[in-house]
């Protein structure tokens, strides 16, 4: 699919007004989905784009809208977008409002792709029919990239599922469970023994995931085993995934944003081969090889 999909990297800019989808809702301001923003707009600057804008949403108190006006005078930015009600609801008039103005549409916003609003759907679509550019972004292509490994890759595979949101993620191990070996389940994901104060796996869980793992050659992980922000109910999670880091021979993916940190916290970031910014995002693209944000800059 990769290979039939609209690029922004193929794409001419020079003197083109260009509005990109971004990813603007962050817990701080170095992470994945802030860095995908800037390296976008270095990107897009040195295409000899004539005028960039970069929407998004913002539902955390991380002022990262202001941080990136400051780094980049002259590019326009707006985080409100689920301010307005067509947003969630894909109207095709907000969307109108939206590309009013604009030449070319980026997609670059992964994590939200799963979703069908405005800016994601109709926005590209509205866009496409007056006879607009629209394309997916740099980061976006490296996620379809890394992720397609999981199923491409040879060998033992094993996902490693847990978290608090668990309704997508256990329809995805129910679902997929015959494509993997083994599927070892944390969080608040049912049937898993945990800790008698239920923040944690045990240490006999604990103990049988560390096995399984080391004779893994793929490893999917999305999620984390228990309340791993609290120091006393960390053990399960931090020890799987330093197990994660230690198999040397695997092809580690992991993706969403409490993994995610919790990675980044243990120190183990380059440990991993990917780590998605999209927990939602990344499971529905691997359990159905497509997206919503995909889908609409096919057609």
Do not use: C
Not at 4 to 14: I, R, S
Not at 120 to 126: D, Y
Not at 191 to 220: C, F, H, M, N, W
Request: without cysteine; glycine residues 12%; hydrophobic residues 40%.
């Amino acid at each position: 699919m990769k290979d039939n999909l609209p690029w922004v990297n193929k794409a001419e800019l020079t003197g083109k007004k260009v509005l990109v989808r971004g990813d603007l809702d962050v817990d701080d301001a170095d992470n994945p989905r802030a860095n995908s923003v800037r390296q976008m707009i270095v990107f897009l600057r040195q295409k000899g784009a004539d005028k960039i804008k970069v929407i998004g949403h913002s539902e955390t108190r991380v002022p990262l809208i202001n941080m990136l006006r400051n780094e980049y005078v002259g590019v326009e930015f707006d985080d409100k977008l689920r301010d307005n009600g067509g947003e969630k609801l894909n109207d095709e008039s907000f969307a109108k409002s939206l590309a009013e103005g604009w030449e070319v549409y980026v997609n670059e916003a992964f994590a939200t792709s799963h979703r069908r609003h405005a800016s994601i759907s109709a926005l590209p679509q509205v866009m496409r029919r007056d006879g607009k550019e629209v394309y997916l972004g740099l980061r976006f292509e490296k996620e379809v990239e890394m992720l397609s490994g999981i199923w491409e890759k040879a060998g033992r595979r094993i996902l490693v599922i847990g978290g608090v949101k668990v309704s997508d993620k256990e329809k995805f191990a129910r679902d997929f469970k015959d494509k993997f070996a083994a599927v070892l389940t944390g969080g608040m994901i049912s049937g898993v023994k945990l800790r008698p104060d239920g923040l944690d796996i045990s240490d006999e869980v604990i103990a049988g995931y560390v096995q399984e793992i080391a004779t893994a050659e793929v490893i999917l992980a999305a999620g984390v085993m228990g309340k791993y922000e609290d120091p006393g109910a960390e053990k399960g999670t931090k020890a799987i995934l330093e197990a994660i880091a230690g198999n040397q021979k695997a092809y580690k993916v992991a993706g969403g944003g409490d993994i995610e940190m919790a990675i980044s916290k243990y120190g183990l970031t380059d440990k991993f081969n990917w780590i998605s910014v999209g927990g939602g995002a990344m499971l529905e693209y691997l359990g159905t090889g497509t997206l919503p944000g995909i889908e609409a800059v096919l057609k």
